[in-house]
């Protein structure tokens, strides 16, 4: 699987749209980017993923840039509940296993 | 809605005991993964299993065995327990091939003592 590269950490203000980068140069033609998150103590909880084009859902919305080597992940209106660490992982499937990396603590503030 | 379970959220063991670790699924997943987590070294995955009675190593084995009787049944296995096995230990499960992603349990936090 593609090595990815983010932030270690991103602060936002609540009721701000959060973006976190990801970046995924080596990323090849038939991977997924994945993201996920982890609340304090929690086991991480998947978010959303794509393969080429945007993606939204309830939770997030998931751009892609159109060489695939870069991604962002939006939560359009953070809350003091979003506050984790998001993981971005590529993957050819969800059934791969899969390597987490450092990820981003995103710590939103009142 | 849908669940990982795991049979403990807390467990405290001694030195050389033989531990088991106990994950449950009822979202019929064909795989399913155990990780650690410790500060400093995120998720590191031990074992996983695409079937029933298939196991596969992932990064870091040493110490541990797994068990899959079942579909819905994977447990991790401390031959015995060490105090750097003093952990998080986090199972999850998916379906084969792109669909969604991983479902993970909420986590056992193991002390050996």
């Known amino acids: 699987d593609a090595k990815t590269t983010q932030p270690p950490s991103m602060d936002c203000a609540e009721g701000r749209a959060a973006n976190l980068p990801c970046n995924h140069s080596?990323?090849?033609?038939?991977?997924?980017v994945y993201w996920y998150r982890q609340i304090h103590s929690q086991g991480p909880q998947y978010i959303i993923h794509?393969?080429?084009n945007n993606e939204t859902n309830e939770m997030a919305s998931l751009i892609i840039t159109e060489d695939r080597k870069s991604s962002t992940l939006i939560l359009p209106h953070a809350t003091l509940r979003d506050t984790a660490v998001y993981y971005c992982?590529?993957?050819?499937?969800?059934?791969?296993?899969?390597?987490f990396g450092g990820g981003t603590r995103l710590m939103v503030k009142p | 809605d849908v669940k990982v379970t795991q049979s403990s959220r807390y467990l405290v063991k001694r030195t050389g005991e033989k531990v088991f670790l106990e994950c449950v699924q009822d979202m019929d997943h064909e795989n399913m993964f155990w990780y650690r987590q410790d500060p400093g070294l995120g998720l590191r995955l031990i074992y996983f299993?695409?079937?029933?009675?298939?196991?596969e190593k992932g990064d870091i084995p040493e110490g541990y065995s797994v068990s899959r009787e079942k579909k819905e049944r994977f447990s991790l296995i401390l031959e015995s327990a060490s105090t750097n096995q003093t952990s998080m230990y986090l199972c999850a499960s998916s379906f084969e091939g792109a669909v969604g992603g991983y479902t993970f349990g909420s986590g056992t936090r193991l002390t050996v003592v």
């Open positions: 080596t990323i090849s033609g038939n991977e997924y």
């Open positions: 299993s695409y079937d029933v009675k298939m196991k």
């Open positions: 992982i590529v993957t050819q499937y969800a059934g791969n296993m899969l390597t």
């Open positions: 794509g393969l080429k």
